[in-house]
């Protein structure tokens, strides 16, 4: 426990909101995390799972109204509405506690109010950030233990600070109608309401690591990130770090956990995971961008990922995971999900409970946004530095998404404001898979889009001030397209492992080892210079997804042109330049 006033002062003011029957402070050991799991199983909460198959892991059920982040109810309660931005749903301070004290008062009644110290980043870490979260879920409790750092060690590394984050979380009735997730940045607060399901009440995630923490960061001159942070070990035993932003469905665990082609693990090659979703990133004493990952597990969409698409993710699931929202196959007590094998479970349980025989239901066993919350050490490429607390340096910065055409392979901003730029413009088009038209471009700034705590021009403005800070030691940033079509609608470039041979032509560019050809929209590889040993894929095939079309260029800054709008005065004039500039070099 903690003799911190401000936070024994805040939790006696809940207490008296929200009325629980007893009070339990979380310790984080594994006595108390045996015993609460041996608590939820006894009343349902979750499964307990074939131990000699899968140890200590566990499944758990959401409510089926209750199956995934709803960001029409996700709210950034600033004081003034215009701080919140055109991109948020804001809500006035006042209104919206009034409004969540209202649902909150007396839900903890008959109920565990659990206390969670926890820290983002390593404890004691100057790059970390703690928060202490309140909640009436076991569930939330047990995934708050893999996915953030939870000790009596986080009382000690507050000491009597009140620079820490509130974060109350109430299941009441999981009613999807007075569901909400609201963000108080100017009080370091975080109130969320009527939900179970991790990315709506795990509040150490999202909601504190981008939202609170990007505000933070705006504030206090550094920044916190959408993105995934990766080691590139050559043969000779040196790291490159990179940092990357892409929006859903783009590879971006895939990338986090990349494994080598054959070629280049036979060279010595290595590649290693220090995060798969979020980066928060200062300017160290050498001048140079560090970045740590705040989180300490991998909260990752279970379906499609197999031995094939991602083993190191498969791999970390393996033991100490709790699975939300997958199938139980009853004939060994494991998990499957779509895209798992081609051996669908007969004898099942499908994600909403039923009975389910996957080799002759036309339904799914597991939702699309079913989920694993897994330790990040299990990754069997997890970085050295992954615990360290020190960070580490980032020398490129990659955007990236999902273009048919358009975009390149890779290309490489022409200085930082023009990188800014590139993430500013970030798109992807929807496919299928996506409710609404195909082929719609939906622009998703840096990845930021549902995340940013604050004004998105003022967050462009934050990025160019980081950028004169840095000066000649900020990272390079390049943006990349795995996702370029052929005629037939087939994606040209393999993807997954081989995208390390851009990312080797990337770090070149940073050792100032390669050569670049200028377009008008920055800076293209030579195709010879894109290693291609050991891989069917012919150089003219390269030359053209490589190629920039000036035509098609007009038209995306036409496109841009219309997105900048919604930012009306707060665009920074430098982005209204780096358009003019662009359309200039395209005529």
Not at 60 to 72: I, Q
Not at 107 to 112: A, D, I, Q, V
Not at 485 to 499: A, K, M, Q, R, S
Request: net charge negative; with cysteine; charged share 25%.
């Amino acid at each position: 426990m903690t003799n911190n006033k401000t936070v024994l002062s805040w939790i006696d003011e809940m207490k008296a909101l929200v009325t629980p029957d007893q009070v339990v402070w979380i310790d984080g050991t594994d006595e108390q995390i045996e015993a609460l799991r041996a608590e939820a199983c006894s009343t349902g909460e979750m499964i307990k799972l074939n131990q000699e198959k899968l140890p200590d892991c566990y499944l758990h059920r959401t409510a089926v109204n209750d199956v995934a982040r709803v960001e029409d109810r996700t709210f950034i309660c600033s004081r003034k509405e215009e701080d919140a931005g055109p991109t948020n749903h804001w809500m006035d301070p006042q209104k919206a506690y009034k409004m969540l004290y209202d649902i909150a008062r007396g839900s903890y009644k008959g109920r565990t109010m659990y206390v969670i110290p926890y820290s983002m980043g390593p404890i004691g870490s100057p790059l970390s950030k703690i928060g202490v979260e309140l909640t009436d879920s076991i569930y939330v409790v047990l995934n708050m233990c893999i996915m953030t750092r939870v000790s009596e060690k986080v009382w000690e590394a507050l000491g009597d600070s009140a620079e820490w984050v509130k974060g109350l979380h109430c299941k009441v009735n999981i009613d999807a109608e007075n569901r909400y997730i609201c963000h108080f940045p100017e009080d370091d607060t975080i109130i969320s309401v009527n939900s179970g399901y991790g990315g709506n009440v795990l509040l150490g995630k999202k909601c504190f690591a981008l939202r609170i923490a990007s505000y933070l960061g705006k504030k206090q001159g550094w920044m916190a990130e959408h993105m995934l942070i990766l080691g590139i070990e050559k043969p000779d035993g040196e790291i490159t770090y990179v940092a990357a932003a892409f929006p859903s469905a783009c590879g971006k665990t895939n990338l986090a956990m990349l494994i080598p082609p054959e070629v280049y693990k036979q060279k010595g090659y290595k590649v290693w995971t220090v995060g798969d979703d979020i980066a928060w990133m200062q300017i160290g004493p050498d001048g140079r961008l560090w970045a740590i990952n705040p989180e300490n597990g991998f909260f990752g969409v279970a379906p499609g990922t197999n031995a094939k698409s991602n083993p190191n993710a498969l791999a970390t699931t393996k033991a100490g995971t709790i699975f939300t929202n997958v199938a139980h196959n009853l004939d060994d007590n494991t998990v499957w999900w779509e895209g798992l094998d081609k051996n669908p479970p007969e004898n099942a349980v499908d994600w909403t409970g039923e009975p389910w025989n996957g080799k002759t239901s036309d339904k799914k066993g597991a939702h699309p946004n079913s989920r694993f919350t897994a330790p990040a050490k299990n990754c069997p490429c997890i970085s050295s530095e992954f615990d360290k607390g020190t960070g580490v340096p980032i020398s490129a910065i990659i955007f990236g998404g999902r273009r048919a055409q358009t975009t390149p392979l890779v290309y490489q901003s022409r200085d930082w404001n023009n990188g800014v730029f590139v993430g500013s413009i970030m798109a992807s088009e929807t496919t299928a898979a996506a409710a609404g038209a195909v082929g719609v471009v939906r622009r998703d700034p840096m990845a930021m889009l549902p995340f940013c705590g604050y004004h998105m021009g003022d967050y462009f403005a934050h990025w160019i001030e980081m950028g004169e800070k840095l000066g000649d030691k900020a990272p390079k940033i390049f943006n990349v397209n795995w996702f370029r079509l052929d005629d037939e609608g087939h994606f040209i470039w393999p993807g997954f492992g081989d995208n390390l041979r851009v990312l080797e032509w990337i770090v070149k560019r940073c050792e100032g080892k390669a050569d670049a050809v200028e377009t008008p929209i920055g800076y293209v590889p030579h195709a010879e210079d894109i290693n291609l040993d050991g891989l069917d894929f012919s150089l003219e095939t390269l030359k053209g997804i490589l190629e920039v079309n000036n035509e098609q260029w007009l038209k995306e800054a036409d496109g841009i042109e219309e997105f900048y709008k919604k930012f009306g005065d707060k665009l920074p004039q430098e982005l209204k330049d780096q358009l003019a500039a662009l359309k200039a070099r395209l005529v």
